[in-house]
């Protein structure tokens, strides 16, 4: 059993990883603010980029139901244990599942082709949805994008590969290649092809995300062939243990549906805006919560596996301290700052102050979600890496049940910002219910916990203090026009982290050293000459 516990190594060694997740993220979600940004000043808030986000969603949701979810619920798990039995037993599992996914994917990507009136009409047609014109613009988009869902797909099995050998380098990058897609694309085919330009930069990129994990898996030593073996032992664990995360996912898709249904009947712009919003939470979403989650499941499973409860429980707590740690600061800036943020990234060209206030007016409230979520993500990766995914997608149930009901209830009064406050419901109903189920099926972690976050809120109180204090003086004080929007931003936000690290550094938090001392040593790599080859 110490063999095994060491193999999944230290709880320390959880910044390292989440770290070296979120340096990539953070180049994955700087391209996505450029993408955003880029739409906004071609496109701006228009129909045919509701059009646009609705094709989008197509393969973003399969994904979701096909990969996404078995990633970090069955995949990783289960390809962790048959990574500690060593290369050959994983290339075995790897080559099945992935003979699986190809053939299935190809008879989807067909479907779609034949299927994209009816999805499109599905999602954004009806009495009140998009307009004849618009409709058939967002079918024609769901065909450009359905070769998508094989690339992201195939490219998932492999990242899953990736994260149970625990190789983060490179892998983080992968979703930054995505984006460079559009980041390229937009600028340059949109005077020729219009909105499909962002189709073609949304294929591009996920060619290129392909591309480069395959590049990496080679790099690991696994290669991997189609063998079309069905009766694999691994596919059986893992439809097991997807099976209630597809009955969840199947909910979660009539949820997404059911908004982009009703968002469409509140305006052409409403999604458009939504997306926008949603773009600016999400990045502390993706550069932190996603980062550590994923970086500390392969840990928490092979502590699970080697009956190591001590382990598993200071990694998730130590997990649970880190995002914290991180996405309180972050909310408080957007929430303080949203307003010249928001002008800052994306009010140029076809973008209008208008579009401005209406999604900083969604982005508050979506603020409020993203704590809850962040926090979530580690509870519900806590469950997968213990091979329980029922209560996780009972739990995600009961949370589009919730939205549906605020949802249904506040669209007619409050329009696109009903679904919003929506939600956001959802958001902090599932993250309260996985903390009691944690509590009631893992048992308290260490006595810490609690306190860290108390610490952390004292501190993020603090920082939220001081940048409200600023900021009112500095936006009298400084020019109108982007320049005074990137110098009360950056001034802004420079003094309330200073007060905010400091008072972390004072209480001394161990997680809080942890990330000092691994941007310490990264800085210092980098820093250092290189070696004399004489």
């Given at each position: ?161 990736l994260y149970a050998l625990q190789r983060f380098a490179l892998l983080s990058l992968a979703t930054a290649v995505f984006n460079l897609g559009i ?352």
């Amino acid at each position: 059993m110490a063999e095994q516990t060491e193999r999944a190594g230290p709880p320390g060694s959880l910044a390292r990883s989440a770290g070296l997740l979120a340096l990539g993220n953070l180049a994955s979600r700087l391209l996505g603010l450029l993408r955003e940004v880029l739409i906004a000043a071609i496109f701006g808030a228009t129909g045919q980029v509701s059009a646009f986000r609705v094709a989008a969603q197509v393969p973003s949701l399969l994904y979701d139901f096909l990969v996404g979810g078995m990633l970090s619920a069955a995949l990783v798990p289960v390809l962790s244990e048959y990574a500690r039995q060593g290369r050959p037993a994983l290339v075995q599992a790897g080559s099945a599942l992935l003979s699986v996914f190809v053939v299935v994917l190809a008879g989807l990507v067909l479907l779609l082709e034949v299927t994209a009136p009816h999805l499109a009409f599905l999602l954004a047609g009806g009495l009140a949805g998009f307009d004849p014109d618009l409709l058939a613009l967002t079918t024609q988009l769901i065909r450009w994008l359905a070769p998508a869902v094989w690339l992201l797909s195939v490219a998932g099995v492999w990242v899953a590969l990736l994260y149970a050998l625990q190789r983060f380098a490179l892998l983080s990058l992968a979703t930054a290649v995505f984006n460079l897609g559009i980041v390229l694309a937009a600028p340059l085919l949109a005077p020729l092809l219009g909105i499909f330009s962002l189709a073609v930069g949304l294929l591009l990129g996920s060619l290129a995300q392909l591309l480069l994990v395959a590049f990496d898996l080679r790099r690991a030593g696994l290669a991997l062939r189609l063998t079309l073996r069905f009766d694999h032992p691994a596919l059986c664990r893992i439809l097991r243990l997807y099976l209630p995360i597809a009955a969840g996912l199947g909910v979660s898709l009539f949820q997404v549906g059911l908004d982009r249904r009703l968002a469409s009947a509140t305006g052409a712009q409403s999604i458009a805006w939504m997306a926008n919003a949603t773009t600016l939470q999400q990045l502390p979403l993706g550069l932190v919560s996603v980062a550590i989650s994923l970086a500390a499941l392969p840990k928490l499973s092979q502590f699970f596996a080697a009956g190591d409860e001590r382990g598993y429980r200071q990694t998730l707590a130590s997990g649970l301290r880190m995002v914290w740690i991180w996405v309180l600061p972050a909310g408080v800036l957007l929430w303080l700052l949203g307003t010249p943020v928001t002008r800052l990234l994306f009010e140029r060209g076809a973008f209008t102050p208008v579009d401005t206030a209406q999604v900083t007016q969604a982005l508050h409230l979506y603020l409020l979600g993203m704590l809850c979520a962040a926090v979530d993500y580690p509870l519900n990766f806590a469950f997968y890496a213990r091979f329980n995914t029922w209560l996780p997608a009972a739990v995600g149930v009961l949370s589009v049940f919730l939205y549906t009901v605020v949802a249904l209830a506040l669209v007619q009064r409050l329009g696109f910002l009903g679904l919003v406050w929506a939600d956001t419901a959802k958001q902090a109903g599932h993250a309260g219910l996985m903390i009691l189920l944690l509590w009631r099926f893992v048992g308290p972690l260490r006595g810490q916990t609690l306190q860290g976050f108390a610490q952390v809120g004292l501190a993020g109180g603090a920082m939220a203090a001081t940048v409200a204090l600023i900021a009112q003086p500095l936006s009298a004080w400084l020019p109108p026009g982007w320049a005074g929007d990137l110098a009360l931003v950056s001034l802004a936000s420079a003094v309330g982290l200073s007060v905010y690290g400091w008072l972390l550094w004072t209480l001394k938090l161990a997680e809080a050293e942890q990330i000092r001392l691994f941007l310490q040593t990264r800085l210092r790599r980098r820093s250092a000459p290189p070696l004399d080859s004489a």
